[in-house]
């Protein structure tokens, strides 16, 4: 996805109440952002850093601006607005950079599914040239920004949600469908990923399982751009 006007450079000042973040503007004041970010953001608040930042014109919206990127104590850029995690794989779909779930015949977003009242990021109908066993695709989509030198993890913070969306998947597998866990990492300069099992034990033994009965994890590599930011390539996954 191409940003239009392209996004704007300020200073990351602090973040604070989960869903706000004070930017130094680069003639010194500060702006009041919507962080848009439930996570703990571990590794990625670097106060006096390089940040990036969107604006909005929906008179709605109380703040105008938004997080987007941040400079992580690695040094690199990474996009902590998790709602674009979502966005740019759609976009990989339509378009078909994902080699592993091309093929399908439609693509379906935020369906109703499973038995613990969940919604499946993307729904891949099944067509007649997928090679696989049958039945649709299910594909769960996690936002990674927690790194150290090249190697990202997830999740930064313990993770109920995430728990549930594991066992649904598994769910789904049993029946006879695709169940996929979607790494999309958007943090430069990534070269694996992994599960942060010291940050999350119990989520990191449910993924192991998934994984025994066929769930599968994919990993891609995002490019994190001031004007771009889209699914580039695919990196190794390492339980």
Same mark, same amino acid.
Request: charge should be negative.
């Given at each position: 996805m191409k940003f239009d006007?392209? =996004?704007?450079?300020?200073?990351?000042? %602090?973040?604070?109440?989960?869903?706000?973040?004070?930017?130094?503007?680069?003639?010194?004041?500060?702006?009041?952002?919507?962080?848009?970010?439930?996570? @703990?953001m571990r590794n990625c608040l670097v106060e006096g850093s390089l940040c990036y930042f969107s604006r909005s014109d929906n008179p709605k919206r109380k703040l105008k601006t938004s997080l987007e990127y941040v400079t992580c104590t690695t040094g690199r850029l990474a996009c902590v607005n998790t709602q674009r995690a979502n966005q740019i794989v759609k976009e990989a779909l339509h378009l078909g950079k994902i080699s592993e779930l091309a093929g399908y015949q439609k693509i379906a977003s935020e369906v109703k599914y499973g038995e613990e009242n969940s919604r499946i990021d993307f729904k891949l109908f099944n067509g007649e040239n997928i090679g696989t066993e049958g039945g649709d695709c299910f594909v769960e989509v996690k936002s990674v920004t927690l790194a150290e030198n090249t190697a990202a993890s997830f999740p930064d913070s313990v993770t109920t949600r995430g728990q549930k969306h594991i066992r649904e998947l598994m769910a789904m597998r049993e029946e006879g469908h695709r169940a996929v866990l979607f790494f999309c990492v958007q943090?430069?300069?990534? #070269?694996?990923? @992994?599960? &942060? &099992?010291?940050?999350?034990? #119990?989520? &990191?033994? =449910?993924? #192991?399982?998934?994984?025994? %009965?066929?769930?599968e994890v994919l990993a891609y590599q995002s490019r994190v751009l001031p004007d771009e930011l889209a699914v580039h390539q695919a990196i190794p996954f390492e339980l």
């Amino acid at each position: 996805m191409k940003f239009d006007p392209p =996004l704007e450079p300020a200073k990351f000042v %602090r973040r604070y109440k989960r869903f706000f973040a004070d930017l130094q503007l680069s003639d010194g004041t500060i702006e009041t952002a919507h962080c848009p970010n439930t996570g @703990s953001m571990r590794n990625c608040l670097v106060e006096g850093s390089l940040c990036y930042f969107s604006r909005s014109d929906n008179p709605k919206r109380k703040l105008k601006t938004s997080l987007e990127y941040v400079t992580c104590t690695t040094g690199r850029l990474a996009c902590v607005n998790t709602q674009r995690a979502n966005q740019i794989v759609k976009e990989a779909l339509h378009l078909g950079k994902i080699s592993e779930l091309a093929g399908y015949q439609k693509i379906a977003s935020e369906v109703k599914y499973g038995e613990e009242n969940s919604r499946i990021d993307f729904k891949l109908f099944n067509g007649e040239n997928i090679g696989t066993e049958g039945g649709d695709c299910f594909v769960e989509v996690k936002s990674v920004t927690l790194a150290e030198n090249t190697a990202a993890s997830f999740p930064d913070s313990v993770t109920t949600r995430g728990q549930k969306h594991i066992r649904e998947l598994m769910a789904m597998r049993e029946e006879g469908h695709r169940a996929v866990l979607f790494f999309c990492v958007q943090h430069q300069g990534i #070269e694996k990923v @992994s599960v &942060a &099992a010291d940050i999350d034990p #119990e989520y &990191a033994g =449910l993924l #192991e399982l998934a994984m025994q %009965r066929g769930v599968e994890v994919l990993a891609y590599q995002s490019r994190v751009l001031p004007d771009e930011l889209a699914v580039h390539q695919a990196i190794p996954f390492e339980l």
